[in-house]
């Protein structure tokens, strides 16, 4: 009998030196005699941890962590192979308290499962929605889905069912369902961890969300420099093509759904959805105007559902337990549950997952654990590089759309980057306007110009030259940024700008 054992091949484990771990693994089990089953699974989402590693058995599943090459002839040594004491041992995974009191939906299988084994994917739940969708009429898959209250992950909160409800009720001989896994925010990485973790919950929900609408081609836009991720979804497809999963017969129902994987332009714009469209098309991306939305003339002029990884990988579930199962998590209009990224300055980042309903203070203190440097947090900012920078006095906000809204803050992807109060939000400021001004895409006057200027209003008030107004001309500026633009490249920049003007006023004092 072969001892069976996980070792991370999630970028962040490899980044930690997951890769030669595995081989060291390897090299001394054959140097003891020991047969080895070797799974390379995607990462639990406790970075900290990594390189992390599991053993089967007979009592469960027994993590080790951190382990790098050099600790794996002493671990062997320690009979870690049988789940043996060690300084490093850590017991299950699932008694840590990071991981104990999450609520993994989306993310159930991502750390447990082979993530390119069609039929591991099968023996932990999956394509169970898929089987259900397809004795299900289109209609009313979209109809499970709407009433799930499943809302877009990317960023904007869109309900999925209406977006899709507009793409069936769309006649044309070809439509198209988009995967946007440009991922391009600050301090995210759940769509990565998912599609390297997990890539078949995502083939699985793009194919149902085909089945709903009535596209038979998918196209998953994924950023560029996610190398891995890019790997895992080219073995995933055509595993699950070699299975009769994707092809012209989906599980012999005479359904067609192909699927394919295109590489971004590496442009922050181009997770803007209609410059996205245009990237794919092989043009440059650019924003396009609405109407028509995409959903009516999308790819090549037809109509598209285009979703983010994490919108699409919460379809599987959705279908497969119900949208009552669903949208009893949550609160408000905020339903189901979001895979949260805890980055930045944090004693303990990775991904959680929550309901939504959870408050920020919870995420950074009982799950981040704090700040990694030991001062006291002073700002966060969530939802990417348009997001508001929030003080400690809105650290109660429950994590819910429309209570962050209701203070001019986002959730967006579920990016959480923390600051000590060692920041400088006067810099912070100037680096929003200078990230706009880098990744514009050009076509609106306020956002390509305004955000040069305002990079330059910033500095001299750093500078201290005409300070009251420059002030002015800064708020005047953020509104025509805010009002004028095209999209909400140039619309929201003016949020971590404004954000930092107000709540950490005393960045923008004269200095020494
Ligand atoms: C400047 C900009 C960048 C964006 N980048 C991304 C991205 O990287 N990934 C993403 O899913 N959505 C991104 N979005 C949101 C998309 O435009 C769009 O709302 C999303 O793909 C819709 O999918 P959803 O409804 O599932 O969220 C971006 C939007 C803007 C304005
Ligand atoms: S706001 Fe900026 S990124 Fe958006 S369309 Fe205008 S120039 Fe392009």
């Not at 992390?52 to 009592?59: K, N």
């Not at 040594?77 to 300084?87: E, I, Q």
């Not at 919108?311 to 949550?330: E, N, W």
């Not at 309901?355 to 006291?376: I, K, M, N, Q």
Request: net charge negative; aromatic share 8%.
């Amino acid at each position: 009998m072969s001892v069976r054992i996980y070792v991370s091949r999630d970028a962040t484990a490899l980044a930690l030196g997951a890769e030669a771990t595995a081989h060291a693994i390897v090299a001394e089990a054959d140097r003891r005699h020991i047969a080895i089953d070797l799974v390379r699974n995607g990462s639990r989402g406790l970075f900290w941890l990594e390189p992390l590693v599991e053993v089967e058995t007979p009592a469960g599943r027994i993590a080790y962590g951190s382990v790098k090459a050099k600790d794996v002839a002493d671990l062997f040594a320690a009979g870690f192979d049988r789940g043996g004491a060690h300084a490093s041992r850590l017991g299950s995974i699932d008694d840590i308290p990071f991981f104990k009191n999450q609520e993994r939906l989306t993310f159930a299988r991502v750390g447990i499962t082979d993530p390119l084994s069609v039929e591991d994917y099968r023996l932990h739940g999956g394509w169970r929605g898929l089987e259900r969708a397809l004795a299900m009429t289109p209609a009313d898959i979209v109809s499970e889905v709407t009433e799930s209250g499943l809302r877009g992950r990317g960023g904007a909160a869109f309900p999925a069912g209406i977006k899709w409800k507009t793409v069936l009720g769309t006649e044309s001989a070809q439509k198209y369902i988009v995967c946007n896994a440009d991922e391009g925010d600050s301090g995210t990485f759940s769509d990565r961890m998912l599609m390297e973790g997990d890539p078949l919950c995502l083939v699985e929900g793009m194919t149902i969300a085909g089945l709903a609408v009535g596209a038979t081609r998918g196209y998953i836009y994924l950023r560029s420099e996610y190398p891995h991720a890019h790997r895992a979804l080219e073995t995933a497809i055509a595993n699950a093509y070699a299975a009769g999963y994707l092809g012209a017969n989906v599980r012999g129902s005479s359904r067609r759904f192909d699927l394919e994987v295109r590489l971004g332009a590496g442009a922050y714009i181009c997770g803007e959805e209609t410059s996205l469209l245009d990237s794919l098309e092989g043009k440059r991306g650019q924003v396009r105007f609405k109407p028509p939305l995409p959903a009516i003339k999308g790819l090549f002029g037809e109509p598209t559902v285009i979703n983010n990884v994490i919108t699409l990988a919460s379809v599987p579930i959705i279908l497969d337990k119900g949208a009552a199962f669903y949208k009893d998590y949550g609160i408000g209009r905020s339903l189901g549950t979001l895979p949260i990224q805890l980055a930045g300055n944090l004693k303990y980042t990775g991904l959680v997952e929550k309901a939504f309903g959870v408050t920020l203070r919870e995420l950074l203190y009982d799950y981040g654990g704090g700040s990694y440097s030991g001062r006291p947090i002073r700002a966060v900012q969530v939802g990417g590089p348009l997001g508001a920078y929030m003080p400690e006095s809105q650290f109660d906000t429950v994590l819910d759309y429309e209570a962050f809204a209701a203070i001019g803050a986002m959730v967006g992807h579920g990016g959480i980057v923390a600051f000590d109060d060692t920041v400088d939000m006067l810099e912070q400021a100037r680096y929003a306007m200078e990230f706009c001004a880098v990744e514009s895409c050009g076509k609106c006057t306020p956002c390509r110009i305004g955000s040069t200027r305002g990079v330059e209003v910033i500095d001299r008030i750093k500078a201290g030259i005409e300070r009251d107004k420059n002030f002015l001309v800064l708020r005047d500026l953020c509104n025509t940024m805010r009002f004028g633009s095209l999209c909400a490249l140039g619309g929201l920049t003016p949020d971590p700008v404004r954000s930092a003007l107000d709540y950490f006023p005393e960045d923008f004092e004269v200095r020494a």
